[in-house]
């Protein structure tokens, strides 16, 4: 019998059916954790709503949230999902951002290239009334701050320019989900920097801090320039070539704490230009060595 019973037993396990379940006792629980969720994405599809929806369906990409032209809300993927929206990505040195955050996806055309040059499409308010409240109870579930909201082209500038250069931050920002430099602050800095541009070791100090990579394929200068013009297209969108500039220096500088004392912006060999020491450069002094 017992002989039997072992058979039955052992040709129930070749068969997957005597593996049990584990018993966990769930009496403790920590007070130690947060959201995986750390970044919300914003994108737009470049395509009609139908195009968008097939392509994030039943395609190779997804995200969790689409908002049509009506505007509706779809939910596509669950929020504790991943959805793959981001491809490869980095923020803050975190990499592959899919694991790590909410996509949405707006649809949109974003941009059309003719005899004259690129058109940007604008954006329609009634998508970003819509928006905004999403966002606010995404920030909220997940306890995130408003610098959690990013574009793709924040998490991977050397790909992507979505959600473009007419799109909205500012408005997010006054609505409390992103982040936009205080105008007192940026003035303040360009009186400071008496319209002098810092030279671009000191920009690729101040995009790093604030979260953007410098790594890329490419050569070191065109991978820099990509970045300054996600930068530029986030934050200064009339103009977004990716080539330094006083204004960009300015807003950049009330973005990132202290990098108006970065020692990058003091006289050198590479940056002769610069004030080497005075009021507004205190941490400049006359024997620096050169950079
Ligand atoms: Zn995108």
Redesign the pocket.
């Known amino acids: 019998m017992w002989r039997g019973l072992i058979v039955l037993c052992l040709a129930a396990i070749l068969l997957g059916g005597c593996t049990r379940a584990p018993v966990i006792d769930t009496r403790y629980s920590s007070q130690n954790h947060d959201s995986r969720v750390q970044y919300v994405?914003?994108?737009?599809?470049s395509s009609d709503f139908d195009r968008a929806l097939q392509h994030l369906t039943v395609g190779q990409v997804s995200s969790h949230y689409l908002i049509d032209t009506q505007p509706t809300i779809y939910r596509l993927v669950d929020e504790d999902r991943r959805a793959w929206?981001?491809?490869e990505s980095s923020w803050q040195g975190r990499t592959w951002l899919n694991g790590s955050s909410i996509?949405i996806?707006i649809v949109h055309p974003g941009y059309t290239d003719g005899p004259a040059g690129r058109y940007w499409h604008p954006w329609s308010e009634a998508q970003i009334d819509v928006l905004i409240p999403l966002l606010k109870d995404i920030l909220r579930r997940h306890g995130l701050g408003p610098e959690h909201v990013l574009?793709?082209?924040d998490v991977?500038p050397q790909r992507?320019v979505?959600?473009g250069p007419l799109f909205p931050w500012q408005r997010l920002a006054e609505a409390g989900v992103a982040v936009w430099p205080e105008a007192e602050r940026v003035a303040d800095n360009l009186r400071r920097l008496e319209g002098q541009t810092p030279p671009m070791a000191w920009f690729e100090e101040g995009l790093q801090q604030l979260g953007f990579s410098l790594q890329g394929a490419a050569d070191q200068v065109v991978v820099s320039r990509n970045v300054l013009a996600a930068f530029q297209m986030r934050f200064r969108p009339s103009r977004f070539d990716g080539q330094p500039d006083v204004e960009s220096a300015a807003i950049l500088a009330a973005l990132v704490p202290d990098l108006l004392n970065s020692a990058l912006l003091c006289k050198s060999a590479e940056n002769p230009s610069m004030p080497r020491s005075g009021a507004q450069w205190p941490h400049c002094t006359p024997d620096q060595p050169a950079w």
């Open positions: 994405i914003l994108h737009y599809t929206h981001a491809g996509g996806e574009g793709h082209s991977a992507k979505d959600p």
